[in-house]
């Protein structure tokens, strides 16, 4: 997409059956900067433990500004179930994961479903975008807060400020998404988290349940952002998540 063409890397172990449930993780670093294997040490884990999983990349703040890096993810999405039958994919069976930005984008991506209003060059325009679960790991869900309109980061993602266009704030907010279809939801943050304040994740919290989407909410106590770096914050969010998507990705029956 744009000047260049985005990739992802696709893990499995050579003895999961298939089709197999699929988990798309989506890197952090406040849209400017990371890349796709930054989460290896859950593509692997969840590898392991029997999934699909996949990683992707999509065009950062500095190339583009948003809804390019929603587009970005949509279309890898649409593409592995384009695709799902060579890589042995259960399409009725996927989950977005991301953290900080990328929680951002996968739940963007995950409320958005069938909107249309992020296909962008998609090619796979024939495929919807409808998941199963997403994982939310200390991602921003309002960013018309005064912590976001405020971030420079925020602005450089969506290419202008508060009021110059505050419908774009709304826009790119995943609370303004948010409906009672929405897929279950886990969240993961830390309470001294001083890049995502902890009270995103409270508010979503609230909008989930008032919309009596199924959801967990771990709010870890004393850890701050990136916290799944240690490796006991690491081995419980795979710990927790796991379990999470043990319910969730159940089998889907319906046509393809």
């Known amino acids: 997409l744009g000047d260049r063409e985005l990739q992802l890397d696709i893990y499995r172990a050579k003895s999961t059956p298939t089709p197999a449930p699929l988990l798309i993780f989506i890197h952090g670093g406040a849209w400017k900067s990371g890349q796709r294997n930054d989460y ?17 990349s999509y065009r950062l703040s500095k190339e ?43 739940m963007m991506v995950g409320y958005a479903h069938d909107s249309g209003a992020f296909s962008g060059d998609c090619t796979a325009d024939s495929v919807d975008d409808r998941v199963q679960a997403v ?48 897929p279950p939801t886990c969240i993961f943050h830390g309470t001294i988290d001083e890049v995502v304040p902890v009270s995103q994740s409270d508010t979503l919290k609230t909008h989930l349940d008032r919309l009596a989407i199924a959801n967990v ?9 990136t916290m799944d770096l240690s490796a006991k914050v690491n081995a419980y969010c795979v710990y ?17």
């Open 40 to 56: 290896l040490v859950y593509l692997l884990a969840f590898a392991a433990k029997g999934y699909v999983t996949a990683t992707v």
């Open 64 to 106: 583009a500004v948003y809804p390019a890096a929603v587009q970005d993810v949509t279309c890898a999405l649409r593409w592995l179930k384009q695709h799902s039958e060579t890589y042995g994919i259960d399409r009725h069976r996927i989950a977005l994961i991301g953290g900080s930005a990328g929680g951002h984008l996968a």
């Open 135 to 182: 994982v939310n790991i200390y991602g921003p869900c309002d960013l018309t807060t005064p912590f976001a309109i405020s971030s420079s980061v925020v602005v450089k993602f969506l290419g202008s400020n508060y009021s110059d266009a505050p419908a774009t704030y709304q826009q790119a907010s995943p609370l303004s998404w948010l409906s009672a279809d929405d």
């Open 217 to 225: 909410y771990h709010r870890l106590k004393g850890w701050p952002h």
């Open 240 to 256: 927790h998540m796991h379990d999470f998507l043990q319910k969730h990705l159940k089998a889907k029956q319906g046509a393809l």
